[in-house]
């Protein structure tokens, strides 16, 4: 928060970021540290307590087998894991097979490493509490989450949450600022501690890579500060020649000079798990202990999770207040615009009616007088009309004349807090005007809309002073940590309260709507603005209600999947499968325009990858069309049949058939059986797991309708029926049917080891692609993340198929389609607009993935295009 940072301090925090945290060479000593060679699996290096925790010093276990050490079953599975080509992170073994010395439960991790296996050991903690239950610990941790009131209080039950789970003494949410630097929002400590609350951090005490690796790795454990940490031996990796990359290790040794700081602020034990925004590092849950403590092996991967469900319900939160500050300044600006119709002079209208600009975008926080602070101006034409603080009329022509130069790189919008920083004059206005946001309205002449907000002089409390010392030592200067944490007070001027982001979108919003609507100056537009009003609210509204109802449904998911899920691996199988099964009703939907859904669409849309099959999926029944909700219902109700059977049913064997018929009744109800044959003999479940509720239940609660399941030792029969209140259209049409395809299960000839060009401007979309090509041994061309790039590579590159997004950063990727076609190479658009109505006519037809989607959808999709490409075939 200090104005500039002195030439001498910049170099010296250089100094701290290139400290190689990541290859510190050593491990925390309570753990062992085994690096097997991905092939062979021959021990490579070793570190730690190996003689206590798997029955051999370090030296009897370098260059070896590990036949002696492990079982035929373990060296099996530990095979298994070093041909995972995804296995970068630490898997957490939490129920332990690998038991070595006297048969003793060990907690074991394993990634892989530059195709090494790095397996990591520690003892367990088999009198935790949630040992036996882990799901139960993330239950009680996001506990009251919904009904949070604020982003505060928010914070303030996570902080009290993990402390409750972890036992630590002190828990704190640190927040990142925009200038680097940390800001302790929330905390949860023990009486007699000093709060750290509201206490700021400088940028210099979490150095980049260190920041950079919190990104990589949600979780880092420090068990105690004062130890000698267990070297790798040997020190460099005998088949690269190189240090071990510790980045993901859990045992990975701490910076001294992190360990230093640590000591000198008393704290014994530590424990950050990373919170992550958009992915970006957001803040970290800081955890310490003025005592040693070994966090259990099961609690940190409940804490690594609770870390991952707090990133997303903080950015819901964040996004709900946007969305609820975009709704109201919406208002706002259909009454600025329909009061404009009626006034020739824009400026006059904007600044002297009700509402104006400022009560649009406010200038500051209400003074104790009941006034706005700040002001705004509308410059036109070289004309000035002005309302509240500003600068003279004089020092905002100069200013518009700067911004008519700066602004010709930006959207037409432009905003700082700190104006003087970047425009020097602004220091002698500082007082009205230390902050700046300004929508230019045109180039010729320059027009623009400036909103002031006046100089905030703040007080901010460090935790000691942010310039850290100097000290000479033998490598040379270095920043030492300081051994001060008083509070340290700063006076920071020239700065203004920041601009939101609703509020850059509202500055944005208005100017789209200036250019429409004022500068034209179309009478019809008065007319035609009053009706945008009425549907805009309507369409707002609805947008609301559709967007709570499907978050609160999400929230239920993942609340019941939660509960019944016996490991955290099926919690988010059986969470990503409902999600994906509400996403094709909700496409489905929205290409009807939410008038409703066919039942035969609905079934072959949710049994489509069966009914590919060889008399797998029978379906037959009368033509009608499901209301929204009762297709929604019905939607996860196929799911969970359809998952059942795939996992214990008649279509988890080749000669299995499901057979799915419907018709409508007498009284116009429609009534539908789901009959399962040719598959293992069933026996009826023991408990009524959520999947069996939610098929009885749901239909009953959500339509009216009824859902009866019987377990016949032949097949699972479920009878379902739908009040004719569940249907939008019903009609004596042609019978529909969707006969059983004849012949075997297509398989396709694809080129060897097939090159894809990825199209795609989404980095965590790119790298489950990038993922499912390494794993199918697939060479990945690209990806091209901009339409410029995808030119090039569509024109000049080498490759058997293509992936298109179709919306690269606001530009469609027609122009790239259209090379590949004209090429013959085959291609398919990925993309989650509604399909009818988006692509040019001569794209009419191409293969669309619509998402969210499945990696086995995009596998099958595109060796299907590939094998009809090589045959010559049409896809």
Same mark, same amino acid.
């Given at each position: 928060?200090?104005?500039?940072?002195p030439?001498?301090?910049q170099?010296?925090?250089?100094?701290?970021?290139?400290?190689?945290?990541?290859?510190?060479?050593?491990?925390?000593?309570?753990?062992?540290?085994?690096?097997?060679?991905?092939?062979?699996?021959?021990?490579?290096?070793?570190?730690?307590?190996?003689?206590?925790?798997?029955?051999?010093?370090?030296?009897?276990?370098?260059?070896?087998?590990?036949?002696?050490?492990? +079982?035929?079953?373990? =060296?099996?599975?530990? /095979? #298994?894991l070093? %041909? &995972? @080509?995804? !296995?970068?992170?630490?898997?957490?073994?939490?129920?332990?097979?690998?038991?070595?010395?006297?048969?003793?439960?060990?907690?074991?991790?394993?990634?892989?490493?530059?195709?090494?296996?790095?397996?990591?050991?520690?003892?367990?903690?088999?009198?935790?509490?949630?040992?036996?239950?882990?799901?139960?610990?993330?239950?009680?941790?996001?506990?009251?989450?919904?009904?949070?009131?604020?982003?505060?209080?928010?914070?303030?039950?996570?902080?009290?949450?993990?402390?409750?789970?972890?036992?630590?003494?002190?828990?704190m949410?640190?927040?990142?600022?925009?200038?680097? +630097?940390?800001?302790? =929002?929330?905390?949860? /400590? #023990?009486p007699? %501690? &000093? @709060?750290? !609350?509201?206490?700021?951090?400088?940028?210099?005490?979490?150095?980049?890579?260190?920041?950079?690796?919190y990104?990589?790795?949600?979780?880092?454990?420090?068990?105690?500060?004062?130890?000698?940490?267990?070297?790798?031996?040997?020190?460099?990796?005998?088949?690269?020649d190189?240090?071990?990359?510790?980045s993901?290790?859990?045992?990975?040794?701490?910076?001294?000079?992190?360990?230093?700081?640590?000591?000198?602020?008393?704290?014994?034990?530590?424990?950050?798990?990373?919170?992550?925004?958009a992915?970006?590092?957001?803040?970290?849950?800081?955890?310490?202990?003025? +005592?040693?403590?070994?966090?259990?092996?099961?609690?940190?991967?409940?804490? &690594?999770?609770?870390?991952?469900?707090?990133?997303?319900q903080?950015?819901?939160?964040?996004?709900?207040?946007?969305?609820?500050?975009?709704?109201?300044?919406?208002?706002?600006?259909?009454?600025?615009?329909?009061?404009?119709?009626?006034?020739?002079?824009?400026?006059?209208?904007?600044?002297?009616?009700?509402?104006?600009?400022?009560?649009?975008?406010?200038?500051?926080?209400?003074a104790?007088?009941?006034?706005?602070?700040?002001?705004?101006?509308?410059?036109?034409?070289?004309?000035?009309?002005?309302?509240?603080?500003?600068?003279?009329?004089?020092?905002?022509?100069?200013?518009?004349?700067?911004?008519?130069?700066?602004?010709?790189?930006?959207?037409?919008?432009?905003?700082?807090?700190?104006?003087?920083?970047i425009?020097?004059?602004?220091?002698?206005?500082?007082?009205?005007?230390?902050?700046?946001?300004?929508?230019?309205?045109?180039?010729?002449?320059?027009?623009?809309?400036?909103?002031?907000?006046?100089?905030?002089?703040?007080?901010?409390?460090?935790?000691?002073?942010?310039?850290?010392?100097?000290?000479?030592?033998?490598?040379?200067?270095?920043?030492?940590?300081?051994?001060?944490?008083?509070?340290w007070?700063?006076?920071?001027?020239?700065?203004?309260?920041?601009?939101?982001?609703?509020?850059?979108?509202?500055?944005?919003?208005?100017?789209?709507?200036?250019?429409?609507?004022?500068?034209?100056?179309?009478?019809?537009?008065?007319?035609?603005?009053?009706?945008?009003?009425?549907?805009?609210k309507?369409?707002?509204?609805?947008?609301?209600?559709?967007?709570?109802?499907?978050?609160?449904n999400?929230?239920?998911?993942?609340?019941?999947?939660?509960?019944?899920?016996?490991?955290?691996?099926?919690f988010?199988?059986?969470?990503?499968?409902?999600?994906?099964?509400?996403?094709?009703?909700h496409?489905?939907?929205?290409?009807?325009?939410?008038?409703?859904?066919?039942?035969?669409?609905?079934?072959?849309?949710?049994?489509?990858?069966?009914?590919?099959?060889s008399?797998?999926?029978h379906?037959?029944?009368d033509?009608?069309?499901?209301?929204?909700?009762?297709?929604?219902?019905?939607?996860?109700?196929?799911?969970?049949l359809?998952?059942?059977?795939?996992?214990?049913?008649?279509?988890?064997?080749?000669?299995?058939?499901?057979?799915?018929?419907?018709r409508?009744?007498?009284?116009?109800?429609?009534?539908?059986?789901?009959?399962?044959?040719?598959?293992?003999?069933?026996?009826?479940?023991?408990?009524?797991?959520?999947?069996s509720?939610?098929?009885?239940?749901?239909?009953?609660?959500?339509?009216?309708?009824?859902?009866?399941?019987?377990?016949?030792?032949?097949?699972?029969v479920?009878e379902?029926?739908?009040?004719?209140?569940?249907?939008?259209?019903?009609?004596?049409?042609?019978?529909?049917?969707?006969?059983?395809?004849?012949?075997?299960?297509?398989?396709?000839?694809?080129?060897?080891?097939?090159?894809?060009?990825?199209?795609?401007?989404?980095?965590?979309?790119?790298?489950?692609?990038e993922?499912?090509?390494?794993e199918?041994?697939?060479?990945?061309?690209?990806?091209?993340?901009?339409?410029?790039?995808?030119?090039?590579?569509?024109?000049?590159?080498?490759?058997?198929?293509?992936?298109?997004?179709?919306?690269?950063?606001?530009?469609?990727?027609?122009?790239?389609?259209?090379?590949?076609?004209?090429?013959?190479?085959?291609?398919?658009?990925?993309?989650?607009?509604?399909?009818?109505?988006?692509?040019?006519?001569?794209?009419?037809?191409?293969?669309?993935?619509?998402k969210?989607?499945?990696?086995?959808e995009?596998?099958?999709?595109?060796?299907?295009?590939?094998?009809?490409?090589?045959?010559?075939?049409?896809?």
């Open positions: 928060m200090t104005d500039s940072i030439a001498r301090d170099v010296d925090l250089t100094n701290c970021d290139r400290e190689p945290i990541h290859i510190p060479g050593a491990i925390l000593p309570h753990g062992a540290m085994l690096v097997l060679d991905g092939t062979s699996l021959r021990v490579l290096q070793a570190a730690g307590d190996t003689e206590s925790l798997l029955g051999r010093p370090v030296s009897a276990l370098l260059s070896r087998p590990l036949d002696d050490l492990f +079982s035929s079953e373990q =060296i099996n599975r530990l /095979r #298994a070093s %041909l &995972e @080509p995804d !296995l970068v992170k630490p898997r957490h073994l939490l129920d332990p097979a690998l038991r070595i010395a006297g048969g003793a439960p060990l907690d074991a991790s394993a990634h892989r490493v530059e195709g090494d296996l790095v397996l990591e050991f520690e003892a367990p903690a088999t009198d935790d509490a949630f040992i036996t239950d882990p799901l139960a610990a993330v239950q009680l941790m996001v506990e009251g989450f919904s009904a949070a009131p604020s982003l505060f209080l928010l914070c303030q039950m996570a902080t009290a949450s993990v402390r409750r789970v972890a036992q630590y003494d002190r828990v949410i640190y927040r990142f600022m925009p200038d680097g +630097s940390g800001w302790v =929002i929330a905390e949860s /400590r #023990a007699e %501690l &000093e @709060p750290f !609350l509201e206490l700021h951090y400088p940028a210099a005490d979490i150095p980049q890579q260190a920041r950079a690796l990104l990589r790795s949600w979780l880092r454990l420090i068990t105690q500060v004062d130890y000698d940490p267990a070297p790798l031996t040997p020190e460099l990796n005998p088949r690269t190189k240090p071990l990359d510790m993901h290790a859990i045992l990975r040794d701490v910076s001294p000079i992190h360990r230093e700081y640590l000591r000198n602020m008393g704290i014994n034990a530590s424990m950050s798990i990373s919170i992550i925004v992915g970006k590092l957001w803040g970290l849950i800081a955890c310490h202990n003025d +005592s040693p403590r070994r966090l259990p092996r099961h609690l940190r991967a409940v804490c &690594e999770l609770f870390g991952s469900m707090f990133s997303l903080l950015e819901a939160r964040e996004r709900s207040e946007q969305f609820e500050a975009r709704l109201a300044s919406r208002k706002i600006l259909q009454e600025l615009m329909l009061n404009l119709a009626g006034v020739e002079d824009y400026a006059y209208g904007l600044t002297q009616q009700t509402p104006n600009l400022l009560d649009y975008i406010h200038g500051g926080d209400i104790l007088d009941g006034q706005r602070g700040g002001g705004v101006a509308v410059r036109v034409e070289g004309a000035t009309t002005s309302l509240g603080a500003t600068p003279d009329k004089a020092q905002i022509t100069a200013l518009t004349e700067w911004l008519t130069s700066y602004m010709t790189e930006t959207e037409g919008v432009f905003a700082t807090d700190r104006l003087s920083e425009y020097p004059p602004a220091r002698d206005f500082a007082d009205v005007a230390s902050g700046l946001l300004v929508i230019a309205v045109s180039r010729d002449p320059s027009d623009f809309i400036l909103w002031f907000r006046p100089e905030l002089v703040e007080t901010a409390l460090w935790a000691g002073d942010p310039e850290k010392p100097m000290i000479s030592g033998p490598n040379g200067d270095r920043l030492s940590p300081r051994k001060s944490f008083e509070v007070k700063q006076t920071v001027r020239n700065r203004a309260l920041p601009w939101t982001v609703a509020e850059v979108d509202s500055a944005f919003d208005l100017r789209v709507s200036l250019l429409q609507v004022v500068l034209r100056r179309i009478e019809a537009a008065s007319q035609e603005r009053v009706k945008a009003h009425e549907r805009d309507l369409l707002m509204a609805e947008l609301d209600h559709r967007v709570k109802n499907t978050l609160a999400i929230q239920a998911l993942v609340t019941q999947s939660s509960r019944n899920a016996a490991s955290l691996t099926g988010v199988e059986g969470l990503d499968r409902r999600i994906h099964s509400m996403a094709k009703a496409s489905l939907l929205t290409q009807s325009r939410w008038a409703g859904v066919s039942i035969e669409g609905l079934l072959t849309e949710e049994l489509g990858s069966y009914i590919q099959g008399g797998v999926v379906l037959e029944g033509d009608a069309v499901l209301t929204p909700k009762s297709a929604l219902s019905l939607s996860l109700t196929l799911h969970e359809a998952t059942n059977a795939a996992k214990f049913g008649s279509l988890s064997r080749t000669e299995g058939q499901v057979s799915v018929l419907w409508l009744a007498d009284d116009g109800s429609l009534i539908l059986t789901w009959r399962e044959t040719g598959g293992p003999h069933v026996v009826p479940p023991t408990r009524r797991g959520f999947g509720g939610l098929i009885e239940r749901a239909l009953a609660m959500e339509t009216g309708g009824k859902a009866t399941i019987d377990y016949a030792p032949t097949g699972v479920c379902i029926m739908l009040p004719k209140s569940a249907l939008v259209e019903i009609g004596d049409r042609t019978l529909m049917r969707v006969e059983p395809s004849e012949g075997p299960v297509l398989t396709y000839e694809i080129p060897d080891k097939p090159r894809l060009l990825i199209v795609e401007d989404s980095y965590l979309v790119i790298l489950t692609l993922a499912m090509c390494e199918l041994s697939w060479t990945v061309v690209g990806p091209a993340t901009r339409l410029d790039e995808a030119i090039t590579l569509a024109q000049t590159g080498t490759f058997d198929a293509a992936l298109l997004d179709v919306n690269l950063d606001g530009e469609m990727s027609w122009d790239v389609a259209g090379i590949l076609k004209d090429r013959g190479i085959p291609f398919a658009f990925s993309t989650g607009y509604d399909q009818a109505n988006i692509f040019p006519d001569h794209l009419v037809g191409s293969p669309i993935l619509a969210p989607y499945s990696m086995v995009v596998e099958s999709r595109l060796r299907r295009m590939m094998s009809h490409n090589a045959s010559g075939e049409t896809a």
